[in-house]
């Protein structure tokens, strides 16, 4: 059986809205396997919150990998699936995984620098603050806090 690996965007969880797809998927015979990054949601980890891409890849590698263990799982039918952030990071795993079969990706974040610099010929003064920020910032808190979620 195929098996599409899914993850949130940025400063989401596995509880926002991905249960829909994943529910969608499975009634088209497709298992999911549907994660939070680490330090957010579900998942351990201090600091709280933090976000940073090359963890994000990491804990999709691994999440990939995982799924290949699993008991009906067909290693080399394995789909990963993101949206903003993770359609990213997920590009990001499909190309460093040969086995990825196919990567489903909805308004992914694939470029920030490009982005910034394209913005420059826009609103010079906006992209130039926005860029020395960005460079000097090796830490992108999603909130000052950890935020509870109501029902």
């Given amino acids: 059986m195929p098996c599409v690996v899914m993850a949130h965007g940025v400063g989401l ?3 926002d809205a991905l ?4 529910e969608a998927l499975t009634r088209a015979g ?12 579900d998942s351990e980890g201090e600091p709280r919150q933090r976000v940073r891409m ?3 890849l990491e804990d999709r590698l691994a ?4 799924a290949r263990t699993l008991d009906g799982i067909d290693p080399d039918r394995i789909i990963v ?3 903003s952030l993770s359609g990213g990071t997920a590009l990001q795993a499909a190309a460093a995984d040969q086995h990825v079969a196919g990567a489903i990706l909805l308004c992914p974040f694939l470029d920030g620098r490009w982005r910034t610099i394209h913005g420059m010929r826009i609103q010079p003064r906006n992209a130039t603050w926005v860029t ?13 806090k950890p935020v509870p979620m109501a029902a």
Avoid: K, N
């Fill in 13 to 15: 969880t596995r509880h």
């Fill in 19 to 22: 249960s829909s797809y994943a």
């Fill in 30 to 41: 497709v298992a999911t396997l549907v994660y939070d990054h680490r330090y957010l949601g």
């Fill in 54 to 56: 090359t963890e994000q």
């Fill in 63 to 66: 999440a990939i990998t995982f």
């Fill in 81 to 83: 699936w993101g949206f």
């Fill in 132 to 144: 020395i920020r960005a460079m000097r910032d090796t830490l992108i808190p999603v909130s000052a």
